[in-house]
């Protein structure tokens, strides 16, 4: 989606606000397809001092595979985006993952939002940041409670286990 940013490019103080969907169901993360909902973005472009600076809000709903315990889960993710729209870049060298450049007085707010929600995906899919992941023995879930496997004695202290005998 091209967001028209004519009227404020050369109007310091301008304000065009935004709202619209991505769909991104096909993108995969580690081989699966987390994102089946429709992406949510909202926010605002404004004209600071001549500087078009993008302040933006991203909200999903994820469903996917626990990587450590693989149970399905869905959980609600989002997180603001901060960018800035320019009509030229200096040097390629200076281009940095939060500036942007327009297509004519256009912002892509396709590339924008899909640049930031690749960027702040986590590298594992997980049901909950403090997942235990499951047993590498026995296979349980660990997020269920501890398993009854006893833990393996380092064979270089199998001498002194001898001693307490």
Do not use: W
Not at 43 to 60: H, I, Y
């Amino acid at each position: 989606m091209l967001l028209n940013l004519a009227k404020i490019i050369d109007c310091p103080g301008g304000v065009v606000d935004f709202e619209t969907q991505l769909d991104l169901h096909t993108m995969d993360f580690g081989g699966s397809c987390p994102v089946s909902e429709p992406v949510q973005i909202k926010g605002v472009v404004r004209n600071t001092a001549g500087v078009l600076v993008l302040d933006g809000q991203v909200s999903t709903t994820l469903h996917g595979i626990c990587d450590r315990c693989t149970r399905e889960f869905t959980r609600y993710l989002t997180f603001p985006v901060k960018a800035v729209l320019v009509t030229e870049l200096a040097s390629e060298e200076n281009e940095d993952q939060e500036t942007f450049l327009l297509e004519g007085e256009c912002a892509d707010l396709e590339d924008i939002f899909t640049t930031a929600f690749v960027l702040n995906m986590d590298t594992k899919l997980l049901c909950k940041e403090d997942c235990k992941g499951l047993c590498a023995r026995c296979g349980k879930n660990l997020n269920d409670g501890p398993c009854d496997c006893q833990p393996e004695i380092d064979p270089r202290f199998a001498a002194l286990k001898q001693l307490l005998k």
